[in-house]
């Protein structure tokens, strides 16, 4: 799952493995599989690993949460994390945007329509009327008509 949230399965159960004793350190693999927020990071960190008693430990970065200069280590990681987030949301934005001025229908074509597989003369699909879908919906224009 993303980590843009901590409502993730996971998470929370192995916060509470730490509240209640069961551990006394996370590993994640980066801090951005942690989180992509920044505010989030920096609610775990105040909530749980800015004190001796918890430990964070992140395979691929050198976090040390017990000194000002490793929180701030993974501050800077969360930081990237979620410019890292925001930039891919923008690209995909933005070429969602550029698809749909050219004219490309993205996602399934709406009832009466369908997607060949053949492919126009500039290599895309360009949707087309499905014969079987527009007779049921002349049939029901028809049947809307007649007072049904």
């Given at each position: 799952?993303?980590?843009?949230?901590?409502?993730?399965?996971?998470?929370?159960?192995?916060?509470?493995?730490?509240?209640?004793?069961?551990?006394?350190t996370l590993v994640v693999?980066?801090?951005?599989?942690?989180?992509?927020?920044?505010?989030?990071?920096?609610?775990?960190?105040?909530?749980?690993?800015?004190?001796?008693?918890?430990?964070?430990?992140?395979?691929?970065?050198?976090?040390?949460?017990?000194?000002?200069?490793?929180?701030?280590?993974?501050?800077?990681?969360?930081?990237?994390?979620?410019?890292?987030?925001?930039?891919?949301?923008?690209?995909?934005?933005?070429?969602?945007?550029?698809?749909?001025?050219?004219?490309?229908?993205?996602?399934?074509?709406?009832?009466?329509?369908?997607?060949?597989?053949?492919?126009?003369?500039?290599?895309?699909?360009?949707?087309?009327?499905?014969?079987?879908?527009?007779?049921?919906?002349?049939?029901?224009?028809?049947?809307?008509?007649?007072?049904?």
């Open positions: 799952m993303t980590g843009g949230t901590l409502e993730r399965p996971g998470l929370p159960a192995a916060l509470k493995m730490l509240s209640r004793g069961q551990s006394d693999v980066k801090v951005d599989r942690l989180s992509r927020s920044l505010r989030d990071l920096g609610l775990l960190v105040d909530a749980y690993f800015r004190h001796d008693r918890y430990h964070l430990l992140s395979l691929c970065g050198m976090a040390n949460t017990h000194t000002a200069a490793g929180r701030m280590l993974l501050m800077n990681l969360g930081n990237y994390a979620q410019f890292e987030r925001e930039i891919i949301s923008e690209r995909t934005r933005e070429a969602m945007q550029y698809l749909k001025q050219k004219g490309i229908v993205l996602g399934s074509p709406i009832y009466g329509y369908r997607v060949p597989r053949q492919l126009d003369d500039k290599g895309r699909r360009v949707v087309e009327e499905d014969p079987t879908e527009q007779a049921t919906l002349r049939r029901m224009i028809a049947l809307r008509e007649a007072g049904f």
